[in-house]
């Protein structure tokens, strides 16, 4: 199974997220989504599983939960924004979650990939809306298969120009 991994649109969707999410097979979306055309326009590549983020607003926060747990081929997954944690660590994540085996967050605009206790794979793709921070946009893209453990990496996107950027908002 190929999942498609992102946070913090913030009501952006980038048009090469549609490039690079072409063959997933699910999409996990870890809060800040912005507007809920962002995830109709996700559900068209694949189905979706989102939480609400801090910044999301009463229509989002009344249609998703703060917190997603599912299994996905096998594997225990929960999916979180993680401001409830104020600055969340791999750590504290595992810890919050002890059951999960993927862990998903958002929040901080910072992709992260690392594996706690050598079995459980925390997984922030980073922000894939505007940049904030200095920090470039991105996604994740992970591969599930049963009895192995998950295989992961970010994708960088390109940065939109002032044009683009204008016509998203």
């Not at 997954?77 to 504290?92: L, R, S």
């Not at 794979?121 to 009895?147: D, Q």
Request: no cysteine; aromatic share 4%; proline share 9%.
């Amino acid at each position: 199974m190929r999942l498609g991994v992102l946070s913090d649109t913030h009501g952006l969707l980038r048009p090469e997220i549609f490039e690079v999410f072409r063959a997933v097979d699910h999409i996990l979306h870890s809060g800040d989504v912005g507007k809920p055309e962002v995830l109709i326009a996700l559900e068209a590549i694949a189905p979706v599983t989102a939480v609400y983020g801090n910044t999301d607003g009463p229509e989002l926060r009344a249609r998703l939960p703060q917190v997603a747990e599912l299994e996905l081929d096998g594997f225990p997954v929960v999916v979180t924004h993680g401001d409830q944690f104020g600055h969340p660590t791999p750590a504290a994540l595992h810890e919050a979650f002890p059951k999960a085996e993927i862990i998903v967050y958002g929040h901080t605009h910072k992709s992260i990939l690392e594996l706690v206790d050598r079995t459980v794979t925390v997984i922030n793709p980073g922000g894939a809306g505007h940049p904030r921070f200095g920090i470039p946009p991105s996604v994740g893209i992970m591969e599930l298969e049963a009895g192995i453990p998950p295989r992961a990496r970010i994708v960088t996107l390109r940065q939109l120009n002032s044009e683009e950027s204008r016509a998203q908002r």
